[in-house]
């Protein structure tokens, strides 16, 4: 498989802003953070929608907006996004979205030896 030249126009997901528009950012399986780039608008498309802003960047300039975020990986071409995660609360077999996560009760002091 031949490389890219650094310089080569990557398709950069983008959002709108406060102030023009933002590099959307995302996050590997191990929860880091990642500016994600493509190679055509065909895979950037079956990743992420036809609706999906975009902007071309080269490899090195995308590098140099995220770093001050201290953001270091750059994700070339990923073959799935999933979703943000969102809170929820597991009862019985069926996933409940419309309730917030309960928060637990505080052990009472004769639960700690000593005190």
């Known amino acids: ?5 650094d310089d080569a126009l990557l398709l950069v ?15 590997t399986a191990l929860g880091d953070r ?10 950037l498309v079956s990743v992420l929608g036809g609706t999906q802003l975009r902007t071309g960047l080269c490899a090195p300039a995308l590098r140099a907006l995220v770093a001050p975020l201290g953001i270091t990986t750059l994700t ?16 019985g077999s069926v996933l409940d ?16 030896p000593g005190n």
């Open 97 to 112: 979205t419309s309730r917030p996560v309960p928060t637990p009760a505080p052990l009472p002091a004769t639960a700690f």
């Open 13 to 27: 997901p983008v959002r709108p802003g406060p102030l023009g528009y933002t590099i959307r950012l995302f996050r």
């Open 1 to 5: 498989m031949q490389q890219r030249p």
């Open 34 to 43: 990642t500016a994600v780039a493509f190679t055509s608008e065909d895979l």
């Open 76 to 91: 070339i071409d990923p073959q799935l996004v999933a979703a943000a995660p969102r809170n929820r609360v597991l009862t």
